[in-house]
């Protein structure tokens, strides 16, 4: 589950990292009162507005902007919420700015330079353990650090027994080029940053830039967090992170019925019993010369309220011009299964999507038969390939 910006600092502050500090605001006013209070807690005149949404790159789109003064703050957080704003991450659509960040400015003048560091912590699959990475290229985008500089970008593999070490702390503090204070401080910093990662059961952490102020304050001025949805039973209160503003309204509406469901850009719709199966399934759809235009899991339990729920979802996908359905009857059996099938389709009515199903399995002949017999527009498969040329007979009409 990703969370914002705002959401990702309150995480961080509670475990002891230090923050650019900042309140979220809804509205110019709130926005407003918002920098009156951070001038006056902070002494600082300047705040910087950040749109808060769930993509990075917001600088390039227009999303964050140095505000000098209250005038400044009202016409800037006017010209930011509500915007649909459009970054490297979001695509050409965009996404639509609900909340402002008005964080504190940090570039303050000093005694030292001020300087810019990337720091993350994730998950590698491949060798099953928490990393950290690291780069003094930090307010820059890692693919392009790591493209063209990769010598740069450091990594610290954290064994799972004993978890971050000080002396692994130490050597990134070193590596960074770091020394006196603001070396110390980064040795608490990413100690804290890794206890805040693996206490919330996140598969990412990422801040980006780590900021050294000029007087040798180590903090962050960003924060890109994603909990894992998998932890998130022994996380109840990380509930209300959850912001729906920023989730495809198809992803929610699965969500609640209990269907893993992904959008994608092809026409074929594919409604299918386990992930690695669900995955098979695209495959032949692009073999058959269609594209598969989402991911649907509908689980080992499938019943005709699954079955139906899944329709509604794969038909509010205009590009849709056939829905493939490929279960394997192994929990649940697959006349249950057709017969959820027939009944969705009987009870939806008016869909003129042509639909393949294909069932193996467990009363895979008599899920065949009822299908066959229903007298609807329903094309039954027992083999994958049958499935995959009838998929290509239907898309050709």
Same mark, same amino acid.
């Given at each position: 589950?990703?969370?914002?910006?705002?959401?990702?600092?309150?995480?961080?502050?509670?475990?002891?990292?230090?923050?650019?500090?900042?309140?979220?605001?809804?509205?110019?006013?709130?926005?407003?009162?918002?920098?009156?209070?951070?001038?006056?807690?902070?002494?600082?005149?300047? =705040?910087?507005?950040?749109?808060?949404?769930?993509?990075?790159?917001?600088?390039?789109?227009?999303?964050?902007?140095?505000?000098?003064?209250?005038?400044?703050?009202?016409?800037?957080?006017?010209?930011?919420?509500?915007?649909?704003?459009?970054?490297?991450?979001?695509?050409?659509?965009?996404?639509?700015?609900?909340?402002?960040?008005?964080?504190?400015?940090?570039?303050?003048?000093?005694?030292?330079?001020?300087?810019?560091?990337? =720091?993350?912590?994730?998950?590698?699959?491949?060798?099953?353990?928490?990393?950290?990475?690291?780069?003094?290229?930090?307010?820059? !985008?890692?693919?392009?650090?790591?493209?063209?500089?990769?010598?740069?970008?450091?990594?610290?593999?954290?064994?799972?027994?004993?978890?971050?070490?000080?002396?692994?702390?130490?050597?990134?503090?070193?590596?960074l080029g770091l020394s006196g204070d603001a070396f110390k401080d980064m040795v608490k910093f990413v100690t804290a940053l890794y206890k805040a990662y $693996?206490?919330?059961?996140?598969?990412?952490?990422?801040?980006? +830039?780590?900021?050294?102020?000029?007087?040798?304050?180590?903090?962050?001025?960003?924060?890109?967090?994603?909990?894992? $949805?998998?932890?998130?039973?022994?996380? +109840? $209160?990380?509930?209300?992170?959850?912001?729906?503003?920023?989730? !495809?309204?198809?992803? =929610?509406?699965?969500?609640?019925?209990?269907?893993?469901?992904?959008?994608?850009?092809?026409?074929?719709?594919?409604?299918?019993?386990?992930?690695?199966?669900?995955?098979?399934?695209?495959?032949?759809?692009?073999?058959?010369?269609?594209? +598969?235009?989402?991911?649907?899991?509908?689980?080992?339990?499938?019943?005709?309220?699954?079955?139906?729920?899944?329709?509604?979802?794969?038909?509010? !996908?205009?590009? =849709?011009?056939?829905?493939?359905?490929?279960?394997?009857?192994?929990?649940?059996?697959?006349?249950?299964?057709?017969?959820?099938?027939?009944?969705?389709?009987?009870?939806?009515?008016?869909?003129?999507? +042509?639909?393949?199903?294909?069932?193996?399995?467990?009363?895979?002949?008599?899920?065949?038969?009822?299908? $066959?017999?229903?007298?609807?527009?329903?094309?039954?498969?027992?083999?994958?390939?049958?499935?995959?040329?009838?998929?290509?007979?239907v898309l050709k009409k």
């Amino acid at each position: 589950m990703n969370i914002h910006e705002y959401q990702g600092k309150a995480i961080l502050k509670s475990f002891g990292v230090r923050v650019q500090e900042g309140i979220v605001a809804d509205t110019v006013e709130q926005a407003a009162a918002a920098a009156q209070k951070l001038k006056g807690d902070l002494g600082s005149s300047w =705040v910087v507005i950040k749109a808060q949404i769930h993509a990075g790159g917001r600088g390039k789109g227009g999303g964050v902007k140095l505000a000098k003064n209250m005038d400044e703050v009202r016409e800037k957080a006017a010209a930011i919420l509500g915007m649909q704003l459009v970054t490297p991450q979001t695509g050409p659509e965009g996404k639509k700015v609900h909340k402002v960040l008005v964080a504190q400015d940090v570039y303050y003048p000093g005694e030292s330079e001020t300087k810019e560091f990337y =720091v993350s912590v994730l998950l590698d699959r491949a060798k099953g353990r928490n990393i950290v990475m690291y780069s003094t290229e930090g307010g820059m !985008d890692i693919e392009h650090v790591a493209e063209h500089t990769p010598h740069l970008i450091f990594k610290e593999e954290i064994d799972p027994k004993v978890g971050l070490q000080p002396f692994q702390a130490r050597k990134i503090a070193f590596n960074l080029g770091l020394s006196g204070d603001a070396f110390k401080d980064m040795v608490k910093f990413v100690t804290a940053l890794y206890k805040a990662y $693996d206490a919330t059961d996140s598969s990412l952490f990422e801040i980006n +830039p780590v900021l050294k102020t000029s007087d040798n304050k180590i903090l962050a001025v960003d924060a890109k967090v994603n909990l894992d $949805d998998n932890g998130l039973f022994r996380h +109840p $209160d990380f509930a209300d992170l959850r912001d729906f503003h920023e989730e !495809d309204p198809n992803e =929610v509406e699965a969500s609640k019925s209990n269907l893993n469901y992904v959008k994608l850009d092809g026409n074929v719709g594919c409604m299918v019993n386990g992930a690695g199966l669900a995955m098979a399934t695209m495959d032949i759809i692009k073999l058959a010369g269609g594209e +598969p235009a989402n991911f649907l899991d509908v689980g080992g339990t499938a019943n005709a309220e699954t079955v139906k729920a899944a329709f509604n979802i794969i038909l509010k !996908d205009p590009n =849709v011009k056939a829905i493939l359905i490929n279960i394997f009857g192994g929990i649940v059996r697959c006349d249950r299964v057709a017969q959820g099938v027939i009944d969705a389709y009987k009870e939806l009515g008016n869909i003129k999507v +042509p639909i393949i199903v294909r069932l193996q399995g467990t009363n895979a002949e008599e899920a065949k038969k009822l299908i $066959d017999e229903s007298g609807l527009k329903v094309y039954s498969a027992i083999l994958l390939k049958e499935a995959a040329q009838r998929v290509e007979e239907v898309l050709k009409k």
